[in-house]
């Protein structure tokens, strides 16, 4: 008798577990896995899924905030310039740039990996832009990725490239046009590989530079270099309106 019951309750309980939802996790397990969720696209459609998911996937834990409309407001997370995000970011968090066209950005550097994402639809939604004076918007000296985000430099360049691999995704690289232009350069990389090959083994991947579907305006040149690194595996894309780059600036690949 016991074991007819046994195999009873076997056959019910596969039928019992269909009816669980994701809902019905607790905040706390719904949050641990928005965490392995890539920032964008995956993370940010996940918080268009209904009040809860938005709370959840845009929470503190997950990911810092800038809002230059908000100031003094005490809610955690949330800044109102990008280099207080930055100041107050741990290794690995991701900063959400909110949609404004008046973020200032002026050597700022990033000495450890972080994540920027602009909070728009499109690149020319989140403009961070570099004055009359300064070298560089943002000065990386660590493995960084920067995604959806235009930066506008009006001398010097857009992004400085000191260390660390780099990754340029979806934005918008603006020189402004003057007589000095050949002083604009909206990358620059001063990095050099290593010559050990097997202390480059154990510090992970080398210094680099990885740009994708990215338009870039202005300027001497694309990317000028001043390290051991060269550009290679360049590929661009010609629109009605404007051209889009794919291109790598790492060491140089000997020939086999």
């Given amino acids: 008798m016991e074991i007819g019951k046994q195999s009873k309750a076997?056959?019910?309980?596969?039928?019992?577990?269909?009816?669980?939802?994701?809902?019905?996790?607790?905040?706390?397990?719904?949050?641990?896995i928005f965490s392995f969720l890539s920032p964008i696209p995956d993370r940010y459609n996940t918080?268009?899924?209904?009040?809860?998911?938005?709370?959840?996937?845009c929470h503190p834990r997950l990911w810092l905030r800038v809002e230059p409309s908000i100031k003094g407001s005490g809610e955690p997370g949330v800044?109102?310039?990008?280099?207080?995000?930055?100041?107050?970011?741990?290794?690995?968090?991701?900063?959400?740039?909110?949609a404004a066209r008046n973020h200032v950005a002026c050597n700022?550097?990033?000495?450890?990996?972080?994540?920027?994402?602009?909070?728009?639809?499109?690149?020319?939604?989140?403009?961070?832009?570099?004055?009359r004076g300064s070298e560089s918007a943002?000065?990386?000296?660590?493995?960084?990725?920067?995604?959806?985000?235009?930066?506008?430099?009006?001398?010097?360049?857009?992004?400085?490239?000191r260390s660390g691999r780099l990754i340029i995704e979806g934005c918008v690289l603006q020189c402004e046009e003057n007589?000095?232009?050949?002083?604009?350069?909206?990358i620059m990389s001063t990095a050099k590989s290593s010559c050990d090959a097997f202390a480059s083994t154990l510090k992970g991947s080398p210094d680099s530079v990885t740009v994708a579907r990215t338009r870039i305006e202005g300027g001497a040149k694309a990317?000028?270099?001043?390290?051991?690194?060269?550009?290679q595996s360049v590929r661009a894309i010609?629109?009605?309106?404007?051209?889009?780059?794919?291109?790598?600036?790492g060491e140089m690949v000997a020939a086999q």
């Fill in 10 to 32: 076997r056959k019910t309980t596969p039928a019992s577990l269909t009816t669980t939802t994701v809902n019905a996790l607790d905040d706390g397990c719904l949050m641990h």
């Fill in 223 to 231: 990317v000028w270099t001043s390290g051991s690194l060269v550009l």
């Fill in 238 to 249: 010609y629109a009605r309106k404007s051209i889009f780059f794919w291109f790598e600036v």
């Fill in 179 to 186: 007589p000095l232009d050949y002083l604009s350069y909206p």
């Fill in 79 to 98: 800044f109102p310039s990008l280099e207080d995000a930055i100041s107050a970011a741990r290794p690995g968090d991701t900063i959400l740039i909110a």
């Fill in 138 to 161: 943002l000065e990386f000296l660590s493995t960084c990725k920067v995604v959806n985000l235009t930066v506008r430099a009006e001398l010097g360049c857009c992004f400085l490239h």
């Fill in 47 to 57: 918080a268009l899924v209904c009040h809860r998911w938005r709370y959840l996937a």
């Fill in 108 to 131: 700022i550097q990033i000495k450890k990996p972080l994540c920027l994402v602009g909070g728009g639809d499109l690149p020319d939604d989140t403009v961070l832009t570099c004055s």
